[in-house]
C-alpha cells in the first residue's frame, strides 16, 4: 500500500489558518485598525470598497516598518509584540500573535507602504495567496498603508459565504466604533464607497460617544468613575429616560479590549433597576481597568470573551458604580448597595491599598460604601451642580431627534436590522384608559383600567410620590403655594426639637410653611402647603419632626432630603380615607405626570400591574 500522507503547501496550510481569524471584512477591520493604534498613530483612515468584499484599507500616521520588517510582517507568527511566554502576562498591545497580515495575505490581494518616521524612502510590497509578488522602494509619508483587496478571490466557497453588503457593512461599523471608543485620543475617518460615513475628530469620550451616537445624547450621560486597587471603572452610562427599546449601543471594555460579557451586562442592568421599563435598554459605554495577571489570558485574541479570576467582585464593582453615578443625578435614588456580605469581606475590597493609590481610592464614595459592612448603604449627594439634570427628569424623555451621528445611506433600513426592535405585547408604554370609572377598595386603595390590564393603586404611596416629586420641584425654585392659616398656631417645643426645627426652617419655608421662630424655643405658624388639611398645623409640625429624626439615626442622606421624605410621607393621603371620583381622577393623574410613577422614593411600589396574559393565564388561558 502506497504512503498516502503529504505536507499540505504552504499557501493552503495559510488559508485554512487564515479561516480562524478573517471570517469576513469586518475581521480585517479589527486587525489593521488595532495594527494601526500598536503602531501609535494618533491618526487613522479607513476606506472601505463594496462593504470591504473589495477593499479594505486602513491609513496610518504610525511608527511605520522597515524594508526587513515589511516583509516580515506577511511571515505566519511574525510579530514584533512578544519575545517571549512572559511577555503574554503583561501584554498592553491590541494584537500579539503575529496572524492576522499573514491571514489577511492568504485570502486576499494586499498592497502595504509603509515608512519609518526617520527613513528617506518608505517600501511597497504586494502579497497575492501569501506570495510576494513585487516588492520595491516608493516614496510614502511616515506610516503605514495596508490595502486588502478582493476578499477570497482564492477561496470562492467562502466569498460565498459573505452576507449581503448592508449586513458585512454593519458588521465592519460594529468593529470601527469599539475601535474609535477606545481611543478617543486618536482621529478616525471612514470612508464607504467614496463617502465619509464618520469623521471623528480626537476629544474625550464623552466627546467621542456623542460624535458616535448623536448629539442629542450630550445631556444624558451620566459618568461612571471609581478606583479601588483592584480595579478602576471609567465611562458612561445613559440616564434612564434615554434607554431604548432595541438593545445595541452597549459597550464593555476591560484593559481598553473590547469585550461581551452577558454576567457584566447583567450587572449594569441591574443598577437600573426599577428606574427603566424591563425591556428597555440603557446606553453604555464601560472601561475596566484591572491587572492582568486578574483575567485568564488564554482566550483567542479575536474571540470577545473573557474569564476573570474573580468575577463575583467584578460584578458587585461594577453593578455599584453604575448605581452610585445614577443616583448622583437622580431624584429618586433607589441607593442601597446590596452588596453580597461574602464580597464584602474580601481582601481586595477590605484592604487592598497601596500607599500610592489609598489618598485617590479612599476619596471616592464607592470605597466607603464598600468598607462599611453588612449593612444597606446610602450615599449622600455629593455634587450639587449635577442636580440641574434633575430637571431633565421631569420633562421626561424628549423624542429622539437627530441620527446617530452616521451618513450611512439608508440610515432608517441601517437602524432597522442593526438592533433587533423588541416588540412584544408588553413593551407598549402604560396608559389609563380615559373614561373609564375608577373605583376604590376598602378607602384605601384604588382600581384603574389601563391600555395593559388594570392597575392597583395604593393611594397613601402613590401620593407620598406625587408629593415627594412636587416638593423636589419646590426645593429646585418651584415655589410650592401656602395656605395663610385662619388661626396661627403657636407650638413650643423641648428645647432639642427646637434646635432642629430651626436648622429646618428655612427649607420648611420653601416648601410652603409659614413658619418663623416666636420666643424662647417657640414657633408661630402662619401658614401651610395650599395641599395640606386646615387644622392640624401643631401635630403636622411635632409629628414631621418625629418622622425625619427617625429617618436621622441610619440613613445618610441631605438634610432636605430626609425633610422632603418625611413630608411627602406625612402629608399622603392615608389608607381609610374616603376619596371621590374627582379626588381618585386627581391623583392618578398627578400620579402618571411623576417622572417616576411606579415607585416611592423609598422603593416601595406605588401600584402593581395586573396585565392581561396574567389575568388570562390566571383564569387557565
Ligand atoms: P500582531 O499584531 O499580532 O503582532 P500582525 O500580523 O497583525 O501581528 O502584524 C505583524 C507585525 O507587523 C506587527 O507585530 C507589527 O510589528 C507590524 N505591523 C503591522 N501593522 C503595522 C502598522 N500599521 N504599523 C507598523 N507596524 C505594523
Ligand atoms: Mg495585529
Given at each position: 500500500m502506497p504512503d498516502i500522507i503529504q505536507l499540505l503547501p504552504d499557501n493552503i496550510a495559510n488559508q485554512i489558518a487564515a479561516g480562524e481569524v478573517i471570517q469576513r471584512p469586518a475581521s480585517a477591520v479589527k486587525e489593521l485598525l488595532e495594527n494601526a493604534v500598536d503602531a501609535g498613530a494618533t491618526e487613522i483612515r479607513l476606506i472601505i470598497g463594496d462593504a470591504g468584499k473589495?477593499?479594505?484599507?486602513?491609513?496610518?500616521?504610525?511608527?511605520?516598518?522597515?524594508?526587513?520588517?515589511?516583509?516580515?510582517?506577511?511571515?505566519?507568527?511574525?510579530?514584533?509584540?512578544?519575545?517571549?511566554?512572559?511577555?503574554?502576562f503583561h501584554i498592553k498591545t491590541m494584537g500579539f500573535r503575529g496572524e492576522a497580515l499573514a491571514s489577511i495575505a492568504?485570502?486576499?490581494?494586499?498592497?502595504?507602504?509603509?515608512?519609518?518616521?526617520?527613513?528617506?524612502?518608505?517600501?511597497?510590497?504586494?502579497?497575492?495567496?501569501?506570495?510576494?509578488?513585487?516588492?520595491?522602494p516608493v516614496a510614502a509619508p511616515g506610516g503605514?498603508?495596508?490595502?486588502?483587496?478582493?476578499?477570497?478571490f482564492n477561496v470562492p466557497a467562502r466569498r460565498n459565504f459573505l452576507k449581503s453588503n448592508a449586513a458585512e457593512m454593519r458588521h465592519i461599523i460594529d468593529e470601527f466604533i469599539r475601535v474609535a471608543l477606545s481611543f478617543p485620543e486618536i482621529f478616525f475617518s471612514v470612508t464607504s464607497n467614496r463617502q465619509e460615513i464618520f469623521h471623528l475628530e480626537k476629544g474625550t469620550l464623552k466627546q467621542r460617544i456623542v460624535q458616535v451616537f448623536g448629539d442629542n445624547l450630550n445631556a444624558k450621560l451620566v459618568s461612571v468613575q471609581e478606583s479601588t486597587d483592584y480595579m478602576n471603572i471609567f465611562g458612561f452610562v445613559?440616564?434612564?429616560?434615554?434607554?431604548?427599546?432595541?438593545?445595541?449601543?452597549?459597550?464593555?471594555?476591560v484593559n481598553n479590549r473590547f469585550i461581551k460579557s452577558a454576567y457584566l451586562n447583567h450587572a449594569v442592568m441591574s443598577a437600573y433597576q426599577q428606574m427603566i421599563p424591563a425591556d428597555s435598554f440603557p446606553l453604555y459605554?464601560?472601561?475596566?481597568?484591572?491587572?492582568?495577571?486578574?483575567?485568564?489570558?488564554?482566550?483567542?485574541?479575536?474571540?470577545?470573551?473573557?474569564?476573570?479570576e474573580d468575577e463575583k467582585i467584578v460584578y458587585a464593582f461594577v453593578h455599584a458604580a453604575v448605581k452610585h453615578a445614577l443616583a448622583q443625578f437622580s431624584i429618586t435614588p433607589t441607593l442601597d448597595f446590596d452588596l453580597d456580605p461574602a464580597i464584602q469581606q474580601l481582601d481586595a475590597i477590605n484592604k487592598p491599598f497601596t500607599e500610592e493609590k489609598k489618598s485617590e481610592a479612599v476619596s471616592s464614595s464607592l470605597y466607603k460604601t464598600f468598607t462599611q459592612k453588612n449593612q444597606a448603604h446610602f450615599i449622600e449627594r455629593e455634587n450639587k451642580s449635577e442636580l440641574k439634570h434633575w430637571k431633565d427628569l421631569y420633562e421626561g424623555p424628549k423624542l429622539e431627534t437627530g441620527s446617530r451621528g452616521l451618513a450611512v445611506g439608508n440610515q432608517q433600513e441601517r437602524d432597522l436590522d442593526y438592533q433587533q426592535p423588541v416588540v412584544s405585547y408588553k413593551s407598549a408604554p402604560l396608559e389609563l384608559l380615559p373614561g373609564i370609572g375608577l373605583l376604590q377598595i376598602h378607602n384605601s386603595y384604588i382600581i384603574a383600567s389601563t391600555n395593559r390590564g388594570f392597575i392597583l393603586i395604593s393611594q397613601q404611596?402613590?401620593?407620598?410620590?406625587?408629593?415627594?416629586?412636587?416638593?423636589?420641584?419646590?426645593?429646585?425654585?418651584?415655589?410650592?403655594?401656602?395656605?395663610?392659616?385662619?388661626?396661627?398656631?403657636?407650638?413650643?417645643?423641648?428645647?432639642?426639637?427646637a434646635t432642629l426645627l430651626n436648622d429646618l426652617i428655612n427649607d420648611l419655608n420653601e416648601l410652603g410653611y409659614l413658619i418663623g421662630p416666636f420666643g424662647k424655643d417657640a414657633f408661630l405658624v402662619e401658614g401651610t402647603p395650599a395641599d395640606m388639611q386646615q387644622g392640624n398645623e401643631k401635630s403636622s409640625i411635632e409629628n414631621l419632626l418625629e418622622q425625619f429624626k427617625h429617618f436621622s439615626s441610619d440613613i445618610k442622606f441631605s438634610k432636605r432630603e430626609k425633610l422632603i421624605r418625611s413630608m411627602a410621607w406625612?402629608?399622603?393621603?392615608?389608607?381609610?380615607?374616603?376619596?371621590?371620583?374627582?379626588?381618585?381622577?386627581?391623583?392618578?393623574?398627578?400620579?402618571?405626570?411623576?417622572a417616576q410613577p411606579n415607585v416611592t422614593a423609598n422603593g416601595k411600589p406605588t401600584y402593581i400591574e395586573f396585565n392581561k396574559d396574567y389575568l388570562e393565564q390566571l383564569f387557565g388561558k
Amino acid at each position: 500500500m502506497p504512503d498516502i500522507i503529504q505536507l499540505l503547501p504552504d499557501n493552503i496550510a495559510n488559508q485554512i489558518a487564515a479561516g480562524e481569524v478573517i471570517q469576513r471584512p469586518a475581521s480585517a477591520v479589527k486587525e489593521l485598525l488595532e495594527n494601526a493604534v500598536d503602531a501609535g498613530a494618533t491618526e487613522i483612515r479607513l476606506i472601505i470598497g463594496d462593504a470591504g468584499k473589495a477593499l479594505v484599507q486602513v491609513i496610518d500616521n504610525g511608527k511605520g516598518m522597515s524594508e526587513t520588517d515589511a516583509r516580515m510582517a506577511f511571515e505566519r507568527h511574525a510579530t514584533s509584540k512578544i519575545r517571549n511566554i512572559e511577555d503574554l502576562f503583561h501584554i498592553k498591545t491590541m494584537g500579539f500573535r503575529g496572524e492576522a497580515l499573514a491571514s489577511i495575505a492568504a485570502v486576499a490581494q494586499v498592497e502595504l507602504k509603509t515608512k519609518t518616521q526617520d527613513a528617506d524612502t518608505g517600501t511597497f510590497i504586494e502579497v497575492e495567496n501569501s506570495i510576494v509578488k513585487k516588492q520595491e522602494p516608493v516614496a510614502a509619508p511616515g506610516g503605514t498603508s495596508i490595502a486588502m483587496k478582493n476578499l477570497f478571490f482564492n477561496v470562492p466557497a467562502r466569498r460565498n459565504f459573505l452576507k449581503s453588503n448592508a449586513a458585512e457593512m454593519r458588521h465592519i461599523i460594529d468593529e470601527f466604533i469599539r475601535v474609535a471608543l477606545s481611543f478617543p485620543e486618536i482621529f478616525f475617518s471612514v470612508t464607504s464607497n467614496r463617502q465619509e460615513i464618520f469623521h471623528l475628530e480626537k476629544g474625550t469620550l464623552k466627546q467621542r460617544i456623542v460624535q458616535v451616537f448623536g448629539d442629542n445624547l450630550n445631556a444624558k450621560l451620566v459618568s461612571v468613575q471609581e478606583s479601588t486597587d483592584y480595579m478602576n471603572i471609567f465611562g458612561f452610562v445613559g440616564k434612564p429616560e434615554a434607554a431604548k427599546k432595541t438593545r445595541g449601543d452597549q459597550y464593555f471594555f476591560v484593559n481598553n479590549r473590547f469585550i461581551k460579557s452577558a454576567y457584566l451586562n447583567h450587572a449594569v442592568m441591574s443598577a437600573y433597576q426599577q428606574m427603566i421599563p424591563a425591556d428597555s435598554f440603557p446606553l453604555y459605554a464601560l472601561f475596566i481597568d484591572l491587572d492582568p495577571a486578574q483575567l485568564d489570558i488564554n482566550v483567542h485574541p479575536t474571540k470577545q470573551e473573557i474569564k476573570f479570576e474573580d468575577e463575583k467582585i467584578v460584578y458587585a464593582f461594577v453593578h455599584a458604580a453604575v448605581k452610585h453615578a445614577l443616583a448622583q443625578f437622580s431624584i429618586t435614588p433607589t441607593l442601597d448597595f446590596d452588596l453580597d456580605p461574602a464580597i464584602q469581606q474580601l481582601d481586595a475590597i477590605n484592604k487592598p491599598f497601596t500607599e500610592e493609590k489609598k489618598s485617590e481610592a479612599v476619596s471616592s464614595s464607592l470605597y466607603k460604601t464598600f468598607t462599611q459592612k453588612n449593612q444597606a448603604h446610602f450615599i449622600e449627594r455629593e455634587n450639587k451642580s449635577e442636580l440641574k439634570h434633575w430637571k431633565d427628569l421631569y420633562e421626561g424623555p424628549k423624542l429622539e431627534t437627530g441620527s446617530r451621528g452616521l451618513a450611512v445611506g439608508n440610515q432608517q433600513e441601517r437602524d432597522l436590522d442593526y438592533q433587533q426592535p423588541v416588540v412584544s405585547y408588553k413593551s407598549a408604554p402604560l396608559e389609563l384608559l380615559p373614561g373609564i370609572g375608577l373605583l376604590q377598595i376598602h378607602n384605601s386603595y384604588i382600581i384603574a383600567s389601563t391600555n395593559r390590564g388594570f392597575i392597583l393603586i395604593s393611594q397613601q404611596l402613590a401620593h407620598e410620590r406625587v408629593l415627594y416629586e412636587r416638593y423636589i420641584a419646590a426645593s429646585h425654585g418651584k415655589a410650592i403655594a401656602s395656605q395663610r392659616s385662619l388661626f396661627p398656631a403657636t407650638i413650643n417645643l423641648s428645647s432639642q426639637d427646637a434646635t432642629l426645627l430651626n436648622d429646618l426652617i428655612n427649607d420648611l419655608n420653601e416648601l410652603g410653611y409659614l413658619i418663623g421662630p416666636f420666643g424662647k424655643d417657640a414657633f408661630l405658624v402662619e401658614g401651610t402647603p395650599a395641599d395640606m388639611q386646615q387644622g392640624n398645623e401643631k401635630s403636622s409640625i411635632e409629628n414631621l419632626l418625629e418622622q425625619f429624626k427617625h429617618f436621622s439615626s441610619d440613613i445618610k442622606f441631605s438634610k432636605r432630603e430626609k425633610l422632603i421624605r418625611s413630608m411627602a410621607w406625612q402629608h399622603s393621603i392615608k389608607p381609610g380615607t374616603f376619596l371621590s371620583e374627582k379626588e381618585m381622577q386627581t391623583l392618578t393623574e398627578q400620579l402618571f405626570n411623576c417622572a417616576q410613577p411606579n415607585v416611592t422614593a423609598n422603593g416601595k411600589p406605588t401600584y402593581i400591574e395586573f396585565n392581561k396574559d396574567y389575568l388570562e393565564q390566571l383564569f387557565g388561558k
